[in-house]
């Protein structure tokens, strides 16, 4: 039998930020992670040895990589992270998308458990820059969704680069369903990837409504770069009630949340 994958629940906010950037760059070093959360190597050095403890990641010389297994393992580790909860929120997204819209739908498994929500919403025109969202339509018979193209990055198949960003172009979206990867003081969305960001951000200028999905583990994590500021979005969409400063911030800027 194989071992369960790692429980994500047990970790400190410090420490599921260098997880989430050990998966979205595959390796980073020590003296980055050190600057980046303006504690010492030393401070440093002893999360990545109990993140490796844990078989979250792998400790090298100068830095932490990806666990043995590799990204997909990487992947299936943020597949047990609040399933129940992105359920809820792939169910409030169904709800409030309506028949015959038009769908771009982002990266991540928050996103991914929208898209099995929307599986048998009539009409929909999808489009999407992501390989697994797609295949998850696929395998539920909804064959006519569209694949931007791009770079495949990631184990998620996520697409990038310009080609991606071209193809988001040609298209009007009644909703973004975007995905992130925690937020900056003020609220906003914020994410690892670079190339990601850009993708999201094409989405979103392309359409009359932008959704973000965040499951509670993000409420008190941040990133590399701003997706946008929270008053750029019609709605973010939650699993539970956000922390005081998550909640001033959102109500401040005017931006609308939904817990799921």
């Known amino acids: 039998m194989s071992p369960s994958a790692p429980d994500t629940e047990t970790l400190t906010s410090r420490q599921r930020q260098i997880l989430d950037l050990v998966q979205e760059l595959g390796f980073t070093t020590i003296e980055t992670l050190a600057e980046r959360f303006g504690v010492s190597a030393q401070t440093v050095r002893r999360e990545i040895i109990r993140l490796q403890a844990g078989n979250f990641l792998q400790r090298f010389h100068g830095g932490a990589g990806l666990a043995s297994g590799g990204i997909r393992s990487a992947y299936a580790q943020k597949l047990t992270v609040s399933p129940r909860g992105k359920e809820r929120i792939g169910a409030a997204v169904a709800r409030i998308v309506p028949p015959g819209a038009s769908v771009f739908l982002d990266v991540g498994t928050t996103v991914e458990a929208a898209a099995r929500a929307l599986i048998n919403k009539p009409g929909l025109r999808v489009v999407t820059a992501s390989v697994s969202v797609a295949q998850i339509f696929c395998n539920h018979g909804v064959f006519d969704v569209v694949v931007t193209g791009g770079t495949t990055r990631g184990a998620n198949g996520s697409l990038v680069g310009q080609a991606a960003i071209a193809s ?31 993708v999201r951000q094409a989405a979103m200028g392309r359409a009359r409504q932008s959704l973000a999905l965040a ?36 109500e401040r800027s005017g931006t609308r949340w939904l817990v799921a």
Not at 222 to 250: C, K
């Open 168 to 198: 988001i172009m040609g298209f009007r979206f009644d909703y973004a369903i975007i995905g992130l990867g925690g937020f900056d003081d003020d609220g906003a969305p914020m994410d690892f990837d670079l190339e990601k960001i850009a």
């Open 215 to 250: 499951d509670h583990s993000k409420f008190e994590q941040t990133g590399t770069a701003r997706v946008a500021p929270a008053e750029a979005l019609s709605l973010i969409v939650v699993d539970a009630e956000p922390g005081p400063r998550l909640r001033e911030s959102w």
